[in-house]
């Protein structure tokens, strides 16, 4: 029944980002939705520790579980500064983590759990697609440029261009997945997936494309020169090359689209504070502000959603999900959270097989994307899905000495059952 559920949700929570413009509650009709589902899964958990069944409670665990009591309490004492919803969404993701490490048995469960995801993530994508080539799906059009930006039918175009990003980074968790941890020979994929596989990286790369967002653009490019640098350095090699070449003869398409304010800045229509979207000027004044703080506030943030202009007085908007964890949880929810990454980095590190090079690769983009913009920690549906992913690197899968040993076990079971039948 967890697996079930475990593999309805991975299959549910891509389609579960379509906009379908419904709320209830300040929440969004398949944001409930994803809630539900995620509450459903952690009571099944529940379940079988009353069953007393095996119950795999780690470091990284104990961890969750002091920033949730963190969270919750700095709601109880600031009940005006939080947003109760923001603090549900911060939260259930981490628990993704807990509750999936618990359910998964083995590596095939996964590589079923990938493929759900990607065919869950199928449909938005395929209709983005029909969207964005039908010229509707528009988010606005810039008005410097006369760029028009889309969002298919995600909620805007940031949530679109994650999604499209995550997508990639999948395609190349399946394909990775489907070597074989014994001998590192790869297994042919059917001609069909093959094909399924690159039709869905084009329209991904389709909608990324029309979607404009650059901080999902970075971290894709962050992930896929780290993962050919472990896995193909020719493919890397030539593929830098390839689109170095790209980049200078589709400069007046790329530039214009993708690093308009660097030209409105060189031309002198902007000043200098506007590169980078003016992250430089918010993350100095996130800083400088949160330093301006009482004593009790530095420890307890400014309260957990407390994103905008008018529970606080001022504007919190950080562009930069870590400082906004600074910024929204205090210093000891920053630091807390800062450790449960530090600790599941040191897990990645120690993994066995081959896909520890992918899950490096991955951790350090989504790590950068958090860095630098609103990316896996405020979008609750990639926060979910990447502490889903993220739960592979803890779980408990038999190793080769545990395999010996369990034959070893079996052999001496049957001598002694072959001795007790002759005597």
Known sequence: MDLLLLNLFAFLRPILFIDIGTEVGGLSVFELAAIFLALMLFATLVYKMALKEKFYFSSIDMLILLFTLWCIGIYVAYPEDADINDVAKLIIPLWTFTVAKNVIKNRSQFLSLILLILIGFSIPLMLSGALIITGNGLDKINYWTDIARYKGVYSNPHNMGHNMAFVIMMVATYFSFSYNATDSKQQKLPIWKKFLLTLL??????????????????????????????????????????????????????????????????????????????????????????????????LAGNGIGNREEGLSGRNLDTHSDILGMLEETGLV????????QIFIFKRILTMQDQVKYLYIAMFVAIFVMNLVSNSYISRFGMAQLFYLIMAYVEVPLPTKATKHISLDKRKEKNKLSLLQSRS
């Open 333 to 340: 929810g920053f630091v807390l959270y800062m450790l449960l």
């Open 201 to 298: 990286i084009l329209l991904a790369t389709f909608c990324l494309y029309n979607s404009s967002v650059r901080t999902a653009i970075l971290g894709l490019v962050i992930f896929l020169g780290m993962y050919l640098f472990f896995f193909n350095k020719k493919i890397l090699l030539f593929g830098m090359a390839g689109t170095l070449v790209l980049a200078i003869l589709f400069a007046p398409v790329i530039v214009p689209r993708f690093f308009n304010d660097f030209v409105m800045v060189s031309e002198g229509e902007w000043g200098k504070e506007k590169l980078g979207s003016g992250r430089i000027g918010l993350w100095t004044n996130t800083l400088k502000g949160f330093g301006d703080l009482p004593i009790d506030k530095i």
